[in-house]
């Protein structure tokens, strides 16, 4: 808008100034032209008349001129301009124009009165073209006037008044500002287009990047958008190198400390049972003690395996490996592989589903994160309690709801269930997982575009996982 303004301010201006300076042109030729015209009217000098006998002959030849002048595209075929002259009372004693107006009194119109006084006189009439020799009578236009002073031993002692139609002049006039319009129509288009095109090339690459900036900085998981092959895409490219880096030097130190955290308590048990499995026990102690070294060495042996497991998602910007799939036969999937720990423990498990569309994914990563928040439900649900299952399609997304029985979350946890190595003691006995389920099953919840949840229920908890039918790029 604000260029668009600009050059219409700019064309407004130099219109009005080509206006006056045409005018100008055209008057001071004008002016010229009366000024020649009085020397070449000639006085008797003895009688202080004015001769016009040699002006009448020179118009009345005139009038049969007959010509053709092609000035660039006007053609000019007659002369179009009228002389008057008066005395020095300012009654008119010539006029070309068949001395329709000779001894009328003239001594009030503005090129003769002001001429009388020795000032510069002109004036400007308004007249139908009706009024001018083979013109349309309706068209307006405006006769221009220019008197210059006719002089005896120092006196003025009449004037001549040169007379000529504006017409040729406002039509050069209309064609420079229509020129003029089309000239600015022209640059305002090609200052929008050259605008456009460096939103196109600069812009909008800088806005994406500044975007994609504000999103890594939120924590979102996404790949960098494409930038094209100029300046802007080499920078993003260094940025997402340099997050790389930093990503990979961060998730190193962040692991090795975890690590080390969570290993420190298995091994210390694994230690002290060792050593004291190397002295003389009663057997029942020897037996608790290899019970021992055995349970932690699996528990770390599943810490390790979840560890792999989430390492391999967290360290994805995007889905390496996608294809349709039915979600329902893999939560079919997973609740076969527990059934006999969920007859065990005597829970009921009851699946409620609706078919939906397929799912564009991942399956393999969509049935671990579902196997998680299965084998979570599972362990906190209270003996012969029930698990509900329900699977339903919802504005595009297709939600898995397990529901358990379970003592729910407290309030403190909140959010940080879905933290690395957190976890809630189980209710039955009172040990912790390795707190990797969870955070595994958001991350592939958010490779696939989608979202999880925990809500508490009363009683239990509900696991909400939705998952898009199509993965935006």
Known sequence: MAVVAGFTLLAYWISSDVNDRYS???????????????????????????ALQQLDDAFKRLRLRRFSAQIYELEKTHVDIRVYVTDGKGIVLFDTDADSAVGEDYSQWRDVHRTLQGR????????????????????????????APIYSAGRIIGVVTLAKPKRNI????????????L??????????LLGYMLYIWVSRPLQTLVDYAHRIGQGERIKLPQLGDNEIGKVGEAMESMRQALEDKQYVER??????HEMKSPLTAIHAAAELLGRELPKAKRTQFADTVLREAERLNAFSS????????????????????ALEPLV???????????????????????????????????RQAIDNLFRNALEFSPRGGSIILDVYPQQGRTVIDISDEGPGIPDYAGERVFERFFSLPRPDTGQKSTGLGLNFARQVAELHHGTLVLENRNPGTCARLTLPHRIST
């Open 306 to 325: 979840r560890l792999l497991q989430l390492a391999s998602v967290e360290q994805r910007r995007e889905l390496q490996h996608r294809e349709p799939f």
């Open 255 to 260: 692991y090795v400390q975890s690590l080390t």
């Open 183 to 192: 000239a600015v129509i022209i640059s305002v288009a090609l200052v929008l």
């Open 24 to 50: 100008e042109s055209f008057e001071e030729l004008m002016v010229d032209t009366a000024n020649l015209l009085a020397e070449v009217i000639t006085t008797d000098m003895n009688s202080g008349d004015i």
């Open 170 to 181: 406002d039509r050069f006039i209309a064609e420079a500002k229509s020129n003029l319009i």
């Open 332 to 366: 079919e999937d997973v609740l076969e592989a527990h059934a006999l720990e969920c007859a065990s423990r005597a829970l009921s498990v009851r699946l409620n589903k609706t078919t939906g569309p397929m799912i564009t994914g991942d399956p393999l990563l969509v």
């Open 120 to 147: 510069y006189g002109a004036r400007a009439t308004h007249v139908t073209d009706a009024e001018q020799p083979g013109a349309d009578p309706a068209e307006r236009l405006t006769v221009a006037y220019v008197a």
